[in-house]
Every structure is written in C-alpha cells, then in structure tokens.
C-alpha cells in the first residue's frame, strides 16, 4: 500500500498563489506518475495536472499557463504552483500516486485525504 499525504491549501484572493504538496511512501514501490486532480461541490472530480516519472507534463485546459506543476523523484514528491488564481479554482485538490507495488506490481492509483483550496474575496 502506497501512503499520500498532501500540505497546502487554504484561502487566497482572487489573483493570489498557493502551492500544494504531496509526499508518497511505502515500502516497496515503484512510481509511474504523479498528479493532482480536483473536484469542487456538485461536480466530478477532474485532472488539474500530472507528471510521469520521465517528465511529461499534462495540464488541463483552464489552468494551462497559470499553474505549474514538478516532481522530484527522489524524494518521491509532487508540488504544484498555483498562480492567478480564480474563483473557478475552488476545489478539493487531490494528489494520486500512479505505482506499482507488490506482489503483482501492476499499476494502481493510490489517492490523498484532499486539501481544499477557497479563492474569494
């Protein structure tokens, strides 16, 4: 079983920045990605942005340029920049762990508690 533990979050201001992290552990593991999705009242629960263990980085649409994602492998973490951040951006932020573990080291998703994320005024 693959821990997620994520930091971060909190109230901002139209405009304003926050940055979330997110720590995997375990202990035998082998990570394929890492990502945050988000999920805000009423809605599914969407990607924000992921990034493999070999550097590709997705992003969705509406954060595209604002938002920035990085992962460092050997501390097995994930943070995301968030900037200009909107209204639109209120969510429950999740970190997933994409990995596998044994005994049949097939890929999995592993998922965090949630960290929420308020942008108003």
């Known amino acids: 079983q693959v821990q997620v533990v994520e930091s971060g979050g909190g109230l901002v201001q139209p405009g304003g920045s926050l940055r979330l992290s997110c720590a995997a552990s375990a202990s035998t593991f082998s990570i394929n990605a890492m990502g945050w999705y988000r999920q805000a009242p009423g809605k599914q629960r969407e990607l924000v942005a992921i990034?493999?263990?070999?550097?590709?980085?997705t992003y969705a649409a509406s954060v595209k340029g604002r938002f920035d994602i990085s992962y460092e492998d050997s501390k097995k973490t994930v943070q995301i920049q968030m900037n200009d951040l909107k209204p639109e951006d209120t969510a429950v932020y999740y970190c997933?762990?994409?990995?596998?573990?044994?005994?049949?080291?097939?890929?999995?998703?592993?998922w965090g508690q949630g960290t929420q994320v308020t942008v108003s005024s």
């Open positions: 990034v493999t263990r070999s550097g590709t980085k």
């Open positions: 997933k762990v994409v990995a596998r573990t044994p005994p049949a080291f097939t890929l999995q998703d592993y």
